[in-house]
C-alpha cells in the first residue's frame, strides 16, 4: 500500500499547486476596519472600468483620484470616447512608460510599522514574519485610492514566523498605466518587478485587511531577485558592510540566520 499512498500523496501536492497558481488576484480587498465611507485597501483597474464613465469613481470614493480624473477630462474636452463604436464597451486597462505620465499621486499614511530599517538585522529583529516567496501575478489598480500594482505571491518559506495563507498579496506602490483616454501614475519610482521573480519580505505588522492575505510594506522592507538571478536591495542596504559580499535572496537568508535573530522559524500554516 505504501507506493499507492505515496502516489496519492504526489497528487495532492500537484493538486494544491495547481490551485495556488491558477487562484485569481481578489478585485477588492477591505480593510481591517469597516469601511463606510473613503477607498477600499485594494481596487483593480479591471474593476472599475465602465463602457459609459470610463472609469466608475464611486467605486474607489476617492477625491484626491476625483480630482485627478477632473482635470484629465478638461484637458481632453470633447475628444473622448475618440470612438464612438466603442462606447458601449468597457476600456481596457494598458501599462504605460513614465514618459507618458503628466501627473503622479502618492499614498501618504503609517504603512510598514514602526521600528528602524537602517540593517538587515533591523528588518530582521522589528519583523513579525520573513516571507519568502515568487510573484504569481501582478494586477494593476488602486491602493487606497491611488495608482498600485498588487503581487500575488506563492510563499515556499516563512525564514521567521508564520505564513498566514500559501498565496498572499503585496501593495507595490510602482505603477503607470491608462483606462480609455485616463492616466494613472504612481510617484514612487523602484525596481519594475515581473512574474516569476522572487521576492522577500520583511512584515512589521502582520496582514492589512480582514482575511489576513494582504500586506503593506514600505519600499524599504522588500527585497527582489529577478528570474535572470539579479538582486534588488532598498537604497539603505546597498551600502551596509553587514551585506557587502551578497549576491543572491539565498545569501540574505544565509545571513540572517548568522543573525541569531530568527527565534521562530516555521512554516506556512
Not at 31 to 52: C, F, L, M, Q
Not at 76 to 88: E, H, R, V
Request: aromatic residues 6%; contains cysteine; charged residues 25%.
Amino acid at each position: 500500500m505504501k507506493p499507492f499512498r505515496s502516489t496519492v500523496a504526489l497528487c495532492a501536492a500537484v493538486l494544491i499547486s495547481s490551485m495556488v497558481l491558477e487562484a485569481q488576484s481578489p478585485s477588492i480587498i477591505e480593510p481591517k476596519v469597516e469601511r463606510h465611507e473613503g477607498p477600499p485597501a485594494w481596487i483593480s483597474a479591471n474593476e472599475v472600468t465602465d463602457a459609459e464613465k470610463v472609469i466608475d469613481l464611486e467605486k474607489i470614493d476617492s477625491i484626491a483620484l476625483r480630482m485627478n480624473v477632473e482635470k484629465q477630462r478638461k484637458e481632453l474636452g470633447g475628444s473622448w470616447p475618440t470612438d464612438k463604436s466603442q462606447k458601449d464597451e468597457k476600456p481596457s486597462v494598458v501599462s504605460i512608460p513614465i514618459s507618458e505620465c503628466k501627473r503622479t499621486l502618492s499614498v501618504v499614511d503609517e504603512r510598514g510599522g514602526t521600528g528602524s530599517r537602517a540593517t538587515l538585522s533591523d528588518l530582521a529583529s522589528n519583523s513579525r514574519s520573513i516571507l519568502l516567496g515568487k510573484i504569481r501575478t501582478i494586477d494593476l489598480g488602486f491602493d487606497t485610492g491611488v495608482p498600485g500594482s498588487l503581487l500575488g505571491v506563492e510563499v515556499s518559506e516563512a525564514i521567521k514566523g508564520l505564513a498566514p495563507k500559501p498565496l498572499v498579496y503585496i501593495l507595490y506602490p510602482v505603477a503607470r498605466f491608462k483606462i480609455g483616454p485616463f492616466h494613472f501614475c504612481n510617484t514612487t519610482k523602484g525596481f519594475e518587478p515581473h512574474e516569476g521573480d522572487d521576492v522577500l519580505l520583511f512584515d512589521f505588522t502582520g496582514p492589512d485587511d480582514r482575511d489576513g492575505i494582504l500586506f503593506a510594506p514600505r519600499m524599504d522592507q522588500i527585497l527582489f531577485q529577478s528570474q535572470s538571478g539579479e538582486l534588488f536591495l532598498p537604497a539603505q542596504l546597498k551600502s551596509s558592510p553587514e551585506i557587502k559580499a551578497v549576491r543572491s535572496l539565498a545569501d540574505v537568508i544565509a545571513r540572517l540566520s548568522s543573525t541569531r535573530i530568527l527565534h521562530s522559524k516555521a512554516g506556512v500554516r
